[in-house]
């Protein structure tokens, strides 16, 4: 198993910034594949985006995609979701996951491993 621990979250108004980070302990981070997730009040938990092993190869929701830009840097096993032009629709608790592969996956059940969440806020 991984830990992951999530940060950055926070209030924004809506055109806004923010970055979130996750931090990764327990088992080696340079060899899986990464991905960030959010759920809202009422809602299911949705997939955003997942990186590879070596960041060369990134994934997106529709929902996000050209507005979020998700990174990793392997020497400090952190994942990065750079989160720009913040909706009120992007409020929710955002959560990062880990999988047992070195490929991108936007399945939920293909991660095995999961933060506790940050709670991202956007006003209008």
């Known amino acids: 198993q991984v830990q992951l621990v999530e940060s950055g979250g926070g209030l924004v108004q809506a055109g806004g910034s923010l970055r979130l980070s996750c931090a990764a302990s327990?088992?080696?981070?340079?060899?899986?594949?990464m991905g960030w997730f959010r759920q809202a009040p009422g809602k299911e938990r949705e997939f955003l985006a997942t990186i590879n092993w070596s960041g060369g190869s990134t994934y997106y929701a529709d929902s996000v995609k050209g507005r979020f830009t998700i990174s990793r840097d392997n020497a400090k096993n952190t994942v990065y979701l750079q989160m720009n032009n913040l909706k009120p629709e992007d409020t929710a608790v955002y959560y990062c996951?880990?999988?047992?592969?070195?490929?991108?996956?936007?399945?939920?059940?293909?991660?095995?491993?999961w933060g506790q969440g940050t709670q991202v806020t956007v006003s209008s």
């Open positions: 327990g088992r080696t981070f340079s060899v899986y594949a």
């Open positions: 996951a880990s999988r047992r592969r070195s490929n991108t996956s936007g399945r939920l059940s293909d991660y095995d491993s």
